[in-house]
């Protein structure tokens, strides 16, 4: 059973960095693509950017300047860097395994995080 | 960047009627990656239908998907009361991931 699960602060002040991590297990890192997608309260879904743990990443060009995603094989963990935060970054952010069509196929359960001062 | 636009916004329906889910890119998928997702309350999103037209694990079958290029459809053939959530369409394409706005599907 393919399981995801996202930590990290729950809050955040202005202008600080974002570190999220996803553990996973029943999957290796290492055999499929990963990726990050936010929701903030009451609205859609939006994709951050997806990566490949050979070190292959795309970003949403609108989040590209203050993104990195990264993997970390020896943990079996997909990290999240994103600087400058601001109020409109408060959301829901998610973890996602892909499938073999470019669908997202298991999701973690998603961590609210708050940016205010 | 690929837009996916989805109609309606909000589809009031009863149980056991049919919804009719759609799903429009503004450009051709190539290898036709549509997936949709389903998301109830406080969830996250549960994937549905991968490659257009392939029901996910564990997917009951009055879910099905169907489309191609550019125009594609979400249809359940008989609402359960637990069908009703929001859906979105979600694509991968020109190196990006992209989703649709969602539609609200509600009991009437």
């Known amino acids: 059973q393919v399981q995801l699960l996202e930590s990290g602060p729950g809050l955040v002040k202005p202008s600080e960095t974002l570190f999220l991590t996803c553990t996973v297990s029943?999957?290796?890192?290492?055999?499929?693509?990963w990726s990050w997608i936010r929701q903030p309260p009451g609205k859609g879904l939006e994709s951050i950017g997806y990566?490949?743990?050979?070190?292959?990443?795309s970003y949403n060009p609108s989040l590209k300047s203050r993104v990195t995603i990264s993997v970390d094989t020896s943990k079996n963990q997909l990290s999240l860097k994103m600087t400058s935060m601001t109020a409109a970054d408060t959301a829901v952010y998610y973890c996602?395994?892909?499938?073999?069509?470019?669908?997202?196929?298991?999701w973690g359960q998603g961590t609210l995080v708050t940016v205010s001062s | 960047e690929i837009v996916l636009t989805q109609s309606p916004g909000t589809l009031s329906l009863s149980p056991g009627e049919r919804a009719t889910l759609s799903c429009r890119a503004s450009?051709?998928?190539?290898?036709?990656?549509l997936a949709w997702h389903q998301q109830k309350p406080g969830q996250a999103p549960r994937l549905l239908i991968y490659?257009?037209?392939s029901r996910a694990t564990g997917i009951p079958d009055r879910f099905s998907g169907s489309g191609s290029g550019t125009d594609f459809t979400l249809t359940i053939s008989r609402l359960e009361p637990e069908d009703f959530a929001v859906y979105y369409c979600?694509?991968?394409?020109?190196?990006?991931?992209?989703f649709g706005q969602g539609t609200r599907l509600e009991i009437k």
């Open positions: 996602a395994k892909w499938g073999g069509s470019g669908d997202l196929d298991y």
């Open positions: 029943g999957a290796s890192i290492s055999s499929h693509y």
């Open positions: 990566t490949y743990y050979s070190g292959s990443t």
């Open positions: 450009q051709s998928l190539t290898s036709n990656y």
């Open positions: 490659g257009a037209s």
């Open positions: 979600q694509q991968y394409g020109n190196s990006q991931i992209t």
